[in-house]
């Protein structure tokens, strides 16, 4: 592993549930704390880092609203839960001085800037964190889909996926025991093998924009400095 990073600007997805912990629902601020520290780490090394966070700790549009309410109103549902995680992350990122916006790609003007690229780049380029929130603003798109969409737009030279497992596998662990981990697989045979790490949706896009993408457990948040600095950890996509 160098000493310099591997990559100058990341796109970092982390998982609602992942903020959550043990719980499982909620906010965990240790977990959150933990995570930070780790950002404020790769924001010293000179990493310009942008984190798009999910709001399934809270709410999951059409898992939780499914059948019982419009599909539409359900996703703004989770839009606004993920802007609850990204302003617990920004808190405790400002409790550690490490200077931090967060963007909503719906405009809610008390809380946080509207979604500019222009403006987020700039951030960036500054020093801040850039946070984004409330996904890509549509319903029907998940923040994985939003995720590979800042990443593009931003120009970011990887996409870390921050979540519950450690790895893409030939099938479920939990229930496949015997399944296989894979240290490297192509967007095609993700596709193809309909492994459900990201939808259809983000992985047909990270394909199309050539963007990797690195998907590991969040259960060390040391991870995803590791990761960072260009050690081989959990799947890479590309």
């Known amino acids: 592993m160098d000493d310099k990073p591997a990559y100058k600007r990341v796109l970092l997805k982390l998982s609602g549930e992942a903020l959550a912990g043990e719980k499982r629902f909620g906010l965990d601020f240790d977990v959150i704390r933990q995570v930070c520290q780790v950002i404020k780490k790769c924001v010293d090394a000179?990493?310009?880092?942008?984190?798009?966070?999910?709001?399934?700790?809270?709410?999951?549009?059409v898992q939780d609203g499914g059948g019982r309410m419009e599909r539409t109103r359900a996703d703004h549902m989770g839009m606004m839960a993920t802007v609850m995680n990204s302003l617990a992350v920004a808190d405790?990122?400002?409790q550690l001085d490490v200077p931090v916006r967060v963007q909503t790609a719906?405009?809610?003007?008390?809380?946080?800037?509207?979604?500019?690229?222009?403006?987020?780049?700039?951030?960036l380029?500054?020093?801040?964190?850039v946070v984004f929130g409330c996904g890509v603003g549509s319903p029907y798109f998940s923040t994985d889909t939003a995720a590979v969409?800042?990443?593009?737009?931003?120009?970011?030279?990887?996409?870390?996926?921050?979540k519950n497992v450690d790895g893409v596998y030939s099938a479920d662990p939990k229930t496949h025991p015997d399944a296989v981990k894979y240290d490297n697989i192509s967007y095609d045979d993700m596709l193809q093998k309909r492994?459900?790490?990201m939808d259809s949706t983000?992985?047909?896009?990270s394909m199309d924009n050539r963007i990797p993408v690195i998907l590991f457990a969040l259960k060390d948040p040391e991870n995803i400095y590791r990761v960072v600095?260009?050690?081989?950890?959990?799947?890479?996509?590309?």
């Open 46 to 61: 000179g990493v310009e880092l942008g984190i798009v966070v999910g709001g399934g700790n809270f709410w999951r549009g």
């Open 92 to 94: 405790v990122l400002e």
């Open 106 to 123: 719906l405009e809610i003007k008390a809380v946080a800037e509207p979604y500019i690229r222009l403006k987020a780049d700039k951030h």
């Open 125 to 129: 380029k500054n020093g801040c964190v």
């Open 149 to 162: 969409l800042r990443a593009a737009e931003i120009n970011a030279d990887v996409i870390l996926l921050a």
């Open 195 to 197: 492994l459900t790490v």
């Open 202 to 205: 983000a992985t047909s896009m």
């Open 229 to 238: 600095m260009g050690e081989k950890i959990g799947t890479t996509v590309e």
